[in-house]
């Protein structure tokens, strides 16, 4: 595979993963195409040396790990997100507003609000309902044209192009349809009883967020899509995993919610990778100490999207630390702590990409510029374990679209699967 089968494969992932479910669904059905068992957390464990797993929790975040050695040498790990700025809707979300159907909404993460609007949207998530007196839940993606968010006319709205703040509650509701006075509501429940074959007083819940219907395309030696931040880390890192040689104590951990700070039961500030370990080592034979042993000899890779220089917005970069597109991984690196990037973690991670002849690029911010965090430091922080920050290099992030290297996707790939195998 080179690196432009490389990165149509990542397309097709990302364009199957409307929301942070069908990543983790898409993953799962990869893992288990190269092998490795599911397992759960509310059942108990059979696991053996050179056994391949996985255990996912909420449908949203996903461990998966490989058994080669003692587990007391620790274990390389790679962890990234599953979930990308949105539009969630709200529960009783049907406006008719002047012969408008709108639907209530409200922002998930920081996203560039103008790249929404003007676009041809669609809905995806989750479903709870009751069937044969049982709750259950579905993952539904209406695969259709559904909504848009139109802009004013320039005529109506002359500040458009001068600096004009959209705000979320008055001016981004997406419409649905032309209405009339007789229009009763029940729209959204009567799409999610057509999808699911259900009643509509069968639904209990949904967690239902917006995405883009455009699909993917490369762009000569870029291309662009939606949720490259943090799908991109997600298709590398879950590749590298599956077409390595483990003969080591692998991991891989898709942690979901880093867009809104991480503080949920998916997220990076919960147990679930520290239980997971522990989990591990335990039915492994090994004591308390022993896995504090385990999780100082640990490594992790903390994969997300790092920011290239602009062109026509220089100004935004490091002077000295210039990213360039198709320049090799970026290390991450920031004095306050943002990054768990240090002079102890970054040079396993550079001698490595030196030995299979990778580039490797440094980033910090501009000292009047604040960036965003990762899972590095909290992952890094609540299990002890040495960690480095990298990421793809691309532009537009938190846009509805985002633009990355075709060559850089598949570099990350790279060095992700040398160090699984090194």
């Known amino acids: 595979m080179n690196n432009l089968e490389f990165c149509k494969d990542l397309i ?31 059942e108990k464990w059979e696991i053996k040396k050179g056994g391949k797993y996985y255990v996912s929790r909420n449908d949203s975040a996903l461990i998966a790990f490989t058994l080669s050695s003692d587990l007391t040498k620790g274990f390389d790990i790679i962890g990234s997100h599953t979930d990308s700025p949105t539009f969630k809707i709200k529960s009783n979300p049907e406006i008719k507003d002047e012969g408008y159907l709108k639907f209530n909404i409200e922002p998930y993460g920081g996203m560039i609000y103008t790249t929404w609007l003007d676009r041809t949207l ?35 709205n002359r500040e458009a192009n001068k600096g004009f703040e959209f705000n979320p509650q008055n001016h ?45 395309s490369i762009i000569n030696d870029m291309y662009q899509i ?14 590298a995993l599956c077409h390595a040689d483990n003969k080591k104590n692998n991991v891989l951990v898709l942690n979901d919610n880093e867009e809104i700070g991480s503080r949920t039961a998916a997220g990076a500030f919960s147990p679930f990778l520290k239980d997971t370990l522990k989990r591990i080592c335990f039915l492994n034979s090994l004591d308390e100490e ?4 385990s999780m100082n000899n640990s490594y992790l890779i903390s994969a997300d999207q790092a920011h290239a220089i602009h062109p026509n917005f220089k100004e935004y970069s490091d002077p000295t630390n210039k990213i360039k597109m198709n320049g090799g991984l970026v290390i991450k690196t920031a004095a306050n702590g943002a990054y768990s990037s240090n002079i102890g973690s970054n040079p396993r991670l550079i001698d490595l990409a030196n030995s299979i002849s990778c580039k490797i690029q440094k980033f910090h911010n501009r ?10 430091p909290i992952a890094s922080s609540l299990l002890g374990i040495k960690s480095i920050d990298v990421g793809e290099p691309i532009l537009a992030m938190h846009s509805i679209r985002e633009l990355g290297g075709i060559d850089d996707h598949y570099e990350a790939y790279k060095i992700y699967k040398a160090f699984y195998e090194v």
């Open 122 to 156: 669609s809905l995806a998530g989750k479903v709870s309902y009751k069937k044969d007196g049982k709750i259950k839940e579905s993952l539904v993606n209406f695969d259709k044209d559904l909504l848009t968010i139109p802009n004013p006319a320039i005529h109506m």
């Open 226 to 239: 939606g949720r490259i931040d943090n799908l991109g880390s997600v298709h590398a890192s879950l590749m």
């Open 12 to 42: 097709n992932f990302i364009d199957a993963s409307p929301l942070n479910y069908f990543a983790v669904k898409n993953a799962k059905e990869i893992l288990e195409d190269y092998g490795f068992k599911e397992l759960r957390e509310n």
């Open 172 to 216: 981004l509701y997406p419409i649905v349809k032309t209405i009339t006075d007789e229009f009763e509501g029940g729209f959204i429940e009567n799409l999610i009883s057509e999808e699911l074959s259900i009643k509509a007083s069968d639904i209990l819940d949904y967690d239902l967020g917006l995405y883009d219907r455009q699909k993917g």
């Open 367 to 376: 000292n009047d510029k604040q960036g965003g965090s990762t899972i590095g």
């Open 290 to 293: 022993d896995f504090y042993i």
